[in-house]
């Protein structure tokens, strides 16, 4: 089992920035991969961004070119740096670390950003 702690969400406005980060603990070792799915109200969750053990990343097209995902592997923590902010990426982002039989998930940061 792993154990995520989300920080970094908040209000801001459209155009702005925010940096989410996401510390793991217990079983760090058994992780493949560790990424961000958002959800908004009424909508289906929507992978976000992931990066692999070996520091392959990916992203979904909505946030290319304006989300970076990366990762601390001293401090067991991945980070999520949303530069141009836009009212549609208001959600629940929710971290989640994969291993080879297992999903864990965060608990959740609202991000809000106003027009």
């Known amino acids: 089992q792993v154990q995520l702690v989300e920080s970094g969400g908040g209000l801001v406005q459209a155009g702005g920035s925010l940096r989410l980060s996401c510390a793991a603990s217990g079983s760090v070792f058994s992780i493949n991969a560790m990424g961000w799915y958002r959800q908004a109200p009424g909508k289906q969750r929507e992978l976000v961004a992931t990066i692999t053990s070996g520091g392959y990343t990916t992203y979904a097209d909505s946030v290319k070119g304006r989300f970076t995902i990366a990762r601390d592997n001293a401090k067991n923590t991945v980070y999520l740096q949303m530069n141009s902010l836009k009212p549609e990426d208001t959600a629940v982002y929710y971290c989640?670390?994969?291993?080879?039989?297992?999903?864990?998930w965060g608990q959740g940061t609202q991000v809000t950003v106003s027009s």
């Open positions: 989640y670390a994969r291993g080879y039989a297992f999903v864990d």
